[in-house]
């Protein structure tokens, strides 16, 4: 490519029509530009603004917001794939972009509420001031759903709150927030204090990032995804406006989650997968350029080594199919058993083939590999991660086994949240 | 199911419309008849008549054939869902049928030749035959392709034909003939002797079983697969007629091969496939049953029952999903680099995943599960056979290792045929 | 090997000085002659009284009876070895001739009574019986503590027995007693009836075969191991002398199982490394001798194949490191942590290593390598076996991660039995 | 551990003695100290300086030297337990001073010349030379092997030595020198430039640090081993007096290596067994204090976990019982095919089950054990680099492959270097 062919963010338009083919090129294109910066962000562990401004630009924060609220409307295929792309070039930026779109997708997958019914002003506004944030305001969105010594297990959570005139009042410490510090809004998951029940009533506070008693501490300095300002944030006696109840509601998380954790559980797998390409595609260049010691015969005819890569084709392709199947249920049958089993399977996918694929891409590319002049050793810290984020790999497991044997999994008792 | 309800030859009707509804249906029925037979034929090695009368009933013989000939016209998707119900039943039956279909089936793909090409009598002529042998005459056709000692190398055969008074004299020695004794027709490949070219002029012959200079021996006692009459064929100075050449073309066999390996490399994706369906469905109801020690609860709510289940669901998942992508992309994309990479990654992953699930399901299961009457320990050694028909796993792999360094594998010298 | 130089039962002889060397020798002996007939049995799914018939012969009832009772006083590490050897001949002989050691070997373990202690006597007697009966009487002992249901989970077993004059009423159904019908003894665990507590008492008791109200069921018809006689067994109020009672002594069972499991465990571990071992025999010669499809290199040149062969490598020899080093440890240390979970590391290992590379194999060997004219197949089947005998495999991996953790394992309650 | 018993390098005492127990307490106590700087030079990337200043005090420069030259004389068993524990502290340092101990162990292993040798003078005043360097002069060796494209195939070598007047001239390029800028002396390998074979002519030349000509880049900043200042050294006329030459010979390099390979391939196994040590005691201590979340019960006592580790258990065990079982075989029976098979079996095991053992952990941990306050993300990355050392993982198992099938690997032409 010649030096000025090279995308800028001066290049990055938003598109007036948003159609699908102008959405995985405009991907590319941010994908070609973040890979220029991964090196740096993930040298100093900070987070990638100005890949954030340049989604910013691109228009890309309504991606998952309904066409007549002037977003992209994606489905969770398309959606996927977006991701998928994005991770190729940074995959720090793609798992937090991921957070923004949990809470503005799956909003976006419920109907406006009818008219008739009571609520139906209070949830619409709801709806529409969401969307309306994310496409105008460019507001960002972070999901602060775990908390120390829990995770993301929903239904041992510790923050609380209490109703209070005009709203909420909010306490409580969440722990691997990513974009904490840079998200405008934080959607915090929280007990309603006067529950009795131990499930049922987990809501959803969306909590301004300038919220007085709100804090993060900046601590995340890790092995991989470290441009993604994962850390924990601190809520004390914030007050939180009842317009800022998510969908109106009370305690709707834990039942949606269970019955429907394709965000949840199922967004990060474009992220991961599209490491997985992004390895692939490294690995393929180096070993057709790498030559056998001492002759001009690249190792990409070497027998043992073909056979491998076969090998390591079988594991991706495996993967991608897993993803894409299981996007493609939950465009066209979400929330049905098919699914969310399809959601864990992928999950488990990303998060294991993932680092199992970096470490044999590095055994096979060889020692000059590793430098950081390279990004694969960056693929192999990175792609550890998926793992570590719900649905965490023995969960899927233990849910997809409970599964074949028949139990009710839309009963959260049932599964691991 | 009450005794009343189960199913017998005496059921089994041929459809007049031929849907792809009604071919689930019926091949769901054969299974469950094919399975009450298994034991028998596995046990004592023998091939299983009374199944290919059934199928001859049904009128499955014709499934392969397009519907303007009588058939069923079945695309790639359907007839790997079709084979894998019926390997449910009886894995050996599925096999021997895909024999039969890969004649039918790759001619099936073939238009019909323009009226203005100076050979399409010939070769209309040779279609037509094939479809009315296979849909009024219920006969039944057998590939002969490997040889002692050069398995399905096509480019490396020693079979040779020579041109006579109006048809060839066929002399060699095949190995591995599915249905050897039982089918009607053989279909043997074969070199052209007058060719000098090692690659180009390798034919197919239609034998009638009954030719004379033609006869088997009947050595298969195998581990797996063992209703299937794979024996060695030998022809000494057999004739063939002119109109037996196939497609009335000489030297096209490996061309055919290397650029639309679908079905010599890719039929079998679909009956170990449902090898592993049946095994799982074993392993399902068998947890479900089988009480922890001493105890009244079921192993399928043991903890670690549960995430070996999760783990053996992901497996099968995966070469189900590669199976069906497979399958789709060659009624979508027949003979694309696409197509043909899916084709060896679902090959591969069947017959690996196949028996290790079999070896798994063992593990979990326990001793009394290796009996003989229960069918567990057959589906163990019949899934192990997969990666002995081509394509073999190794080749699989260096195929899609070549094709991901951007080898020409439409080039046979590239592959491994 | 000229026709004269084969060995035939004609030329066993039981040696005077009974060496390890000569113990080896001996072994290796009986394997080959053992290996001429393995076919048989295994197809028949009979018993191989000729095998047991040579090792009477040859004197290897006593072998693990003390030297200073005429027996060769193998320890655990020569003992292995042996069980390997001959299982490279003939795994169910190696397995069913486990089960008459299981016996002795245990009871060779425990010094003499000193004759101050009360009970001397009578343990003395019961140790000087069974090595009289092993040694001059060369009979055979079975193991019969599975039941139906409970496997070999001593803590949950149904059957029991009660005092009466001059000795016990045994009653109970064992399952899976190998050499049912063949060996002359059975050696029963079984509850005391009049024990309150869950796990103390159980007891062992040597019933002889022709007890009246004792009889087995021949329905052996598997898998693997056929040539084993593993059948069910029934007692119905049957006498058994107090003399027979194990050592003299009630209710040392599992106590002893759960802090020397080696015999129970361990002693399998010898005979699934021999099928590895001669699995990996049978894979060399086999792919020096085949040659690559239409040339006369054999596959043994074949990189991938070369590859493949020193992954194989390195599984067997991890298998073998592993079941030595537990046999090392027996000696050295009998019953200490280190012993007991190297016994159950290479107990995993065998049993899931061994099916793998069996399967592995054969995929290396290709399709000619599963007929009933080659070993390779039983080898497959006879492999998978292993994990189904105790201690399973996934008990061993939970008993090892509890002892990584701390747990005392030598409190059976903390184990699998 | 209160602070004052914290060990520091003030503790540090060279024993007199120097036997086998106060090395491996001293190794224990300095492993102590190097873990509380490990996280520093990973960090940086810098080389461990002050634990070579601890090693020097500890004497520890002399390990192999022979003990009448005033070294430990350890045996290789000895050495790789050394370098284990060693690594348990920081795996880099560990790694660096394998490095040093190349040189000077290979050289112990070789007996001093016989005086009627007419070469004796100059091979003993060589070997009496770089033992004092080592034990008095404290100073360290670097091994410079590989060279830029090349890898450590020493057959394809480029640099190249001419001689001159009292010694030799040096040019070439080596790279991956770990310790450049720090050893005293570099360990060249090159080749006579007079020499017209390929593969006799290899010849090692001890270059001092400071020598004319020669310099090193400063470029090591790498997934992993990042305080080993793995760095090329560049050698452009750099003159080499004849004393210099190793053992007063020439062309010796590949024959021996060949035929004994423990040093330049087995030396590695001890440091990435050390990781693999480290990594289950992390394990095993996190996962007994990480709490089930909400509830005071450890992970320890999760059936899931416990299985789990039970896996992790049964992979260390076998890697550790490889790389014993190897040093014990270098020990007893150095340059047999049995030692020779052990040592690729062992550098195997442990550079792939490393990487793997680490991820498992990582996901068994959960996301809090990737931050780089837990030391558990270094040893992942520390881990993944044990392939890319030779011999390679791939050399390894094409080395074991064409082993069992027979072939010379004394033959240098038959194995990878």
């Known amino acids: 490519m010649s030096q000025e062919n090279i995308n800028s963010s001066a290049d990055i338009v938003e598109p007036k029509e948003k159609t699908r083919e102008q959405l995985m090129e405009l991907c590319h294109t941010l994908a070609d530009i973040f890979k220029t910066r991964a090196a740096k962000y993930d040298n100093e562990g900070s987070f990638p603004v100005e890949n954030f401004e340049d989604l910013r630009t691109a228009g890309l924060l309504g991606m998952m917001v309904p066409r007549e609220f002037g977003g992209w409307g994606c489905n969770f295929l398309t959606y996927s794939k977006a991701l998928e792309i994005l991770a190729t070039g940074d995959a720090s930026t793609s798992l937090a972009f991921n957070m923004h779109n949990i809470t503005v997708g799956s ?13 139906s002003g209070a949830i619409n506004d709801f709806r529409e001031w969401i969307f309306k944030e994310a496409v105008e305001g460019k507001k960002l969105f972070a999901s602060a759903a775990s908390e120390p010594g829990i995770g993301a297990h929903f239904s041992k959570l510790k923050s609380s709150y209490k109703r209070t005139e005009g709203g909420f009042i909010l306490n409580g410490t969440k722990s691997f927030v990513s974009m904490a510090g840079y998200a405008d809004y934080y959607v915090v998951a929280a007990k309603a204090a006067h529950s009795k029940s131990e499930q049922a ?18 601590v995340w ?16 006696d914030c007050f939180v406006p009842k317009e800022r109840l998510y969908m109106a509601s009370e305690g709707m998380a834990l039942y949606k989650i269970a019955r429907e954790p394709h965000w949840l559980a199922g967004g990060y797998s474009g992220v991961y997968l599209g490491i997985m390409t992004a390895t692939y595609d490294f690995l393929v260049n180096f070993l057709k350029k790498k030559k056998l010691p001492g002759t001009d015969i690249p190792y990409s005819q070497e027998p043992v080594i073909q056979h491998q890569m076969g090998k390591f084709y079988t594991e991706l392709t495996s993967a991608r199919l897993a993803v894409y199947h299981a996007a493609n249920l939950v465009d066209s049958a979400r929330g049905s058993d098919e699914a969310n089993a399809a959601i864990h399977h992928a999950k488990y996918l990303v998060s294991e ?9 590095i055994r096979m590319c060889g020692a000059s590999s590793i430098s950081k002049f390279f990004p694969l050793e960056r693929f192999y810290r990175d792609s550890r991660c998926g793992a570590l984020q719900p649905a965490y790999s023995d969960d899927c497991l233990t849910y997809l086994g409970k599964a074949a044997f ?6 959260p008792i049932e599964t691991y949240w």
Chains 1, 2, 3, 4 share one sequence.
């Open 221 to 236: 300095n890790v092995l991989g995804m470290r441009a993604t300002s994962t850390n924990p944030v601190h809520f004390k």
């Open 201 to 218: 009533a987990v809501s959803f506070l969306i909590v301004d990032r300038e919220t007085p008693g709100s804090h993060m501490d900046n």
């Open 406 to 411: 028949g139990a009710n999994l839309k009963n």
């Open 353 to 361: 083939s993932g680092p199992k694929l970096a470490a044999d891409a």
């Open 107 to 119: 909003l976006a997958e419920i109907p406006a509420a009818p008219t008739d019914d009571r609520r």
